[in-house]
């Protein structure tokens, strides 16, 4: 078992590991609303532990490289297979620090009591799966090792009980193809738990006392309330019959599993215990109104996230100092879509959204044209398309990788978008009904006359005016958060948030703005470069008044030869290499760009503000470097105090140079990491083939970047991370955390889940610390 996945670090590739229950659950709670904390199990380790029960007489030792074949007609034969497949899993010995490693992480919560909760992904080959939420069952543990290993087992058990083969069998789904993970959570008494139904026709909440599985077991008849969505009003609600209540029992002997329904297990002399309500009690309905009303207010966010049918299980728990909604499962129907087709690639950004295809085959199409509220299909976004894209409701590209310009501008604006997506603009019609889901990387074909998915038009929740609001740790950081940031539409929204700053703010992105489609030099040939200058120093400007006195650093231009095919007037025609004439490379054959960008930040400080910084890209030589300081120098931006001049780590050798980039004066580096991955995995980031080889968590990308960490630490300077890692990956935080990272830098969509994973990290070290410190007494 190599690692457990937490829920607020999952990221897209994850789906499979993890499971659908779990991968909707994330999703959600990355977007800040209100979950369960809890951790995944991923479904390798099931594999690994069947591989374990090497016994020649076992069936179960066949099962990874078997689809088991069994004649499900044969009763008698099945329920024995069954059987004998459960018992060997049950009696089997589960390796002890894959329980200590769970039992460890389940600490991080005062709680007595544990829900194992299974979650599946099954081959997306698979059409026509029915409903599965029965198949398996959650299953209740104390919170020790002992118990746990006993209900992990219980939980794995069920995928080869007798219903479970038959279900298999009859689908056509291969039992190698199935992905059972777990998902592990706390679980608190409740005073309230029930389940939203959202449909177009209308709202119907469930309610009844105490702990949701008294619903789920049948044991009760819910209160049930009939909600307009449009207004929130309760338009009719029935008093349900409501005799017993589950809560959460304290520490207490624990016997064997057994099934007490058909809808959960848990265990004899369990940590719940179920109670007979009083007769006042049954009489009264489970929710007040301020907690009805509460989740009224969260199923209209929701809509904003799913669309108009879902179904959402949620608890009201008794902590302090108030009780606290939360969703303890989100349920999409397939039904949703019918007959969709479904068009796959790569999810850059996430959400989903339906709208109308707006389809571009020609690069040299007018960006104006783009409707509003539109869907863009496209080859590739032009540069000179950024500034239109703030406008249009999803993106989808035939070209293009998670590290490219649209991909990144889009996550910055919170647009679903999906990327190498195979032969799309051919595919689609422009007018065609679409469903964008930036989450899985899919991209859904509606019918023409599908009309509730044209009424829903979820958006993602980044520009719904329902977005939660932060719900940060009460636990202070110390690793400073920052945010990268390159449109000047997003600094009212971003300005009030608790980061320590700009940690990157991309030029490139920020001057199509004002470029008016033409390259910098069109504008000197024309005579109109204090006309630009103005406009530049006044972008600049914007985001330093905005965060100041919080720092800003602005990277100075960082442009591909080829990414710029329509804003190469006055160059000679560049080779299409992978790198092109980038960074500081470009600033000695072409000066004059560069000593624009320096007059800017002269502007910006000679307007009182002290705050900006230079960060300068791609950085091959210190040679490269010396020169780029003495135009800063000269230009006068190092009179100025507080003016840091900084590098981009992101080309291999700066391994190497790092103490001589020192001496010349850098004073902090931010570590690049999409361009760092390329270069050291020889990848080109671009390419869809080479997706599955890009990855920054590679041990040669992960070495590299502890070796920049204590270089910097060495040489008494920052050291900082602004690439897409941390976004992508939220698990290397822990190590960059544990590294002594000084800042990090992510996307605004990022910001309130880093915040928590750095705490959590911090917290994680301080314990350590203290346990360490313990052990020496």
Known sequence: MDKLYWLDQIKLQDRTKVGDKAFYLSRIMQRGYPVIPGFVVGADVLRQFLETLN?????????PHSSLHLDVTNWRQLQQVAGRLRQEIITADIPEHWVSTIFHATQEWETSCLILRPTLALPT?????????????????????????????QTWSQLFRARSLLYW??????????????????????????????????????ATCGLGMAIANGEVQPDVYYIQRETGVVLEQQLGNKILAYRVDGPASVGHLQPVSQSLLTLDHTCLVT?????????????????????????????????????????????????????TQVSIPQSAIPNAQIIKGLGASGGHVTATAHVIANAQHNPEQIPKGAILVAKAIAPEWLPFLQQVAGIITEQGGLTSHAAILARELGIPAVVSATDVTALIQIGERLQVDGDRGEVYRLKADHEEEKDSSPQNSFHSSTTPSFQLPQQMIATQLLVNLSQSSLIERVQSWPVDGVGLLRSELMALSI?????????????????????????????????APRPVFYRSLDWRSQELPSLTNHLAPASHSVLGERGTFSYLLNPAVFDLELSALVAVQKAGYTNISLLLPFVRSVEEFTICRHKVEQAGLTQVPQFQLWMM?????????????????????????????????????????LASVFNEMHPAVMGAIAQLIQMSQAAGIPCSICGQAPTLYPEMIDQLVKWGISSISVEPEAVERTYQAIARAEKRLILAAARHQLEGL
């Not at 939420?133 to 992990?152: H, N, P, R």
């Not at 929701?302 to 009201?316: D, Q, R």
């Open 125 to 153: 080959t698979v059409q026509g799966v029915g409903n599965i939420s029965g198949l398996l069952e959650s299953v209740f543990c104390y919170c020790d090792e002992k118990a746990i290993a006993q209900a992990l087992k």
């Open 275 to 327: 109670h007979l309500l009083e007769e006042s009690q049954q009489k009264q309905y489970a929710l007040q109104a301020e907690y009805l009303q509460q989740v009224i207010v969260l199923g209209n966010q929701l809509v904003s996230e799913l669309g108009k049918n879902f179904t959402v299980e949620w608890t009201i728990s008794q902590q302090n100092p108030a009780p606290k909604l939360t969703i």
């Open 55 to 63: 016994s020649s007489e076992s069936l179960v030792a066949d099962l």
């Open 515 to 547: 470029l008016e489609g033409q390259h910098p030099q069109s504008w000197f040939a024309s005579g109109r470069q204090a006309e630009l200058l103005e406009l530049w120093s006044a972008k600049i400007m914007q985001f330093a008044r905005a965060f």
């Open 169 to 206: 069998q009859q689908a056509g789904i291969n039992l190698q193809k199935v992905n059972l993970a777990v998902l592990v959570q706390p679980v608190q008494s409740a005073i309230a738990s029930g389940r939203l139904h959202a449909k177009s026709s209308g709202w119907e909440i469930e």
């Open 649 to 689: 780590a992101e080309v291999p050798s700066v391994l190497f140079l790092l103490p001589e980039y020192v001496k010349a004066g850098v004073r902090g580096i931010s570590i690049g990491t999409n361009d760092l991955t390329q270069l050291l995995l020889g990848v080109d980031r671009e390419q869809r083939q």
